[in-house]
């Protein structure tokens, strides 16, 4: 099978996948629950299925891959009682006796025996999905391009969290001030993986952005775990950029109106080669994605950055966001006057993020500095002597960012 043909297949796949995404919690990186999965038959180890930690009233927790070696890893959910359910395309599904978790901080290990029992499945034809606006040629160069990093980019989708890393973040606060202000607070924390990002299924079927607590809105950023899924290809159209690209994709981030300047880069080197790979939404996607470029040593065949910005974001705060501000608008009290709301304001060209691959520790790739802007609404007031009080709920940029400082083995403790 060729490689062009292999991607294709993923494709149609992926498809599959897309049915199994959960309906997750925001949660930042911690304890984990791990485990292998081997065939009750012979010990074999069952790679490429989807594990699900579901709860007893069947809601799904967490889901994620098995890798080749049978392994899987979690994030620990709260204190209660759950089952594992393993999913394999072509085979029947399992569920495990239920599971008690007694702390969220202590990690669990699990040994799941599974009986693999393969179905059979209707002949399956494979074609081309052609409601992307490219050629099959630009395609194929596309497809090309992003296999010949997949490698690294599936080895980060799948790496054991047995490490811990010392990251520092930076993140936007509000402060008292005379007055209620934005500002910007900085922390050193410990944690097992740079981004906390829900799981690829999650974003390709529910997008890049969730809403926490009501009225606190969390959004995504496409790392390596994301990029490598197969639901990726399902819900993008690749083609490949020139190196021009590189300004008119993020050209509106507003790095210096977020309240920092724009992060230095490293130094390309004279034998790097760069291309880009463009991504963008496939026709039709409603819910929050993302479209960029991922630029590429074509030398060393690696990941370097990756630049995007949020779409379909209108839709988005209008349902979650924009009913909260009109509500605190409305309560308000202006003498004489009534305040008349207009349509939210959002230009998705303010919003998106930029991501910095590095290889850690010889043999491990993770993003090594990113910088996000997520949009947040702020009432822009405008008053006219004939038409009163206009609020206009308006997205601004708000800029969160970290790097990565040092990588802890778990073996030895000493930083690499």
């Known amino acids: 099978m060729t490689r062009y043909a292999r991607v294709r297949a993923i494709l149609a796949a992926s498809l599959a996948f897309a049915l199994l995404a959960p309906a997750v919690a925001a949660q930042e990186p911690g304890a984990r629950l791990t485990g292998i999965l081997v065939s009750e038959r012979d010990g074999a180890p069952v790679d490429g299925a989807v594990v699900s930690l579901d709860g007893l009233d069947g809601v799904v927790v967490w889901e994620t891959l098995s ?15 759950y089952r594992v359910r393993v999913s394999r395309i072509g085979y029947e599904s399992w569920a495990s006796d239920t599971i008690s978790v007694a702390s969220d901080v202590e990690p669990l290990t699990l040994r799941l025996e599974i009986p693999v029992r393969p179905v059979p499945l209707p002949e399956l034809m494979v074609t081309e999905q052609n409601n992307c606006p490219t050629t099959p040629e630009e395609r194929r160069r596309a497809f090309e391009l992003y296999e010949s990093v997949l490698p690294i980019l599936d080895s980060m989708s799948t790496a054991e969290t047995r490490d811990s890393l010392l990251v520092r973040l930076e993140r936007p606060v509000r ?10 607070d900085t922390v050193t924390v410990m944690v097992s993986e740079p981004l906390s990002n829900a799981p690829p299924g999650h974003m390709e079927a529910y997008g890049y952005a969730d809403v926490v607590r009501d009225s606190m809105t969390t959004f995504y950023a496409p790392d390596g775990a994301a ?10 159209c690749l083609s490949t950029a020139e190196a021009g690209t590189r300004a008119e994709i993020t050209a509106g981030l507003a790095f210096g109106r977020a309240g920092a300047s724009r992060p230095q880069l490293s130094a390309r080197t004279g034998a790097e080669v760069t ?15 993302v479209r960029g470029v991922l630029w ?13 910005n949020y779409t379909s974001l209108r839709p988005f705060l209008d349902r979650h966001l924009a009913p909260l501000l009109r509500h605190d608008i409305e309560g308000r009290r202006f003498p004489g006057r009534r305040a008349r ?27 090594g500095e990113w910088w996000i802007l997520r949009p947040r609404l702020f009432p822009r007031l405008r008053t006219d002597a004939h038409m009163g009080i206009s609020v206009s709920p308006t997205a601004h940029p708000l800029a969160y960012s970290g ?11 000493s930083p690499r």
Do not use: C, M
């Open 296 to 308: 590429i040593d074509t030398v060393a065949n690696e990941p370097r950055e990756l630049e995007f």
């Open 175 to 184: 402060i008292w001030k005379y007055g209620f202000r934005w500002g910007r």
């Open 341 to 367: 709301i207009s349509r939210t304001h959002v230009q998705e060209s303010l919003f998106g993020g930029h991501l910095r691959f590095e290889r850690v520790a010889g043999d491990r790739w993770l993003i």
């Open 227 to 236: 990029l490598a899924s197969p639901g990726f290809l399902a819900t993008h």
């Open 403 to 413: 790097k990565v400082l040092a990588l802890f083995r778990r073996t030895d403790r």
């Open 67 to 81: 890798n080749g070696r049978g392994a899987f890893s979690l994030p620990l959910p709260p204190p209660g009682t």
């Open 275 to 289: 291309a880009g790979l463009a991504f963008e939404p496939r026709p039709g996607r409603e819910a929050v994605d």
